[in-house]
């Protein structure tokens, strides 16, 4: 996936993916978000939503389709939202190179 946001180019077959998660869902509700760093550190999160969930789009005459798009994350704050709101799907390979990339960034409670 690409897309130019800001005269800036996010392109997910050149950039480096640190995590991924997903509801497993084969139906219209599935959902699949990936968080990708660019090579200027940059970090975003590459989504796509199925038909039946709130990111869907209407075709018209009742149809929905599923859709897709890209986040930029302005702060690393935003990134560890969105990790917390998504932990629980995290695919478990993909959950320790998330840790590696922002361990230090990560405080004891």
Known sequence: MRKVIDWKLYDTKVSTLICRAT???YWGDYW???LYKTKNGVY???WEW???TEYCISLGS???DGSSSIWVQHSIWEIMEWFEKVSCFIIE????????EFWDKIKEA
């Open 23 to 25: 509801n497993h869902s």
């Open 32 to 34: 699949n978000e990936r």
């Open 44 to 46: 975003f999160i590459a």
């Open 50 to 52: 199925g038909a039946l």
């Open 62 to 64: 009742g149809t929905l």
């Open 93 to 100: 390979d993909w959950e320790e190179n998330f840790f590696r």
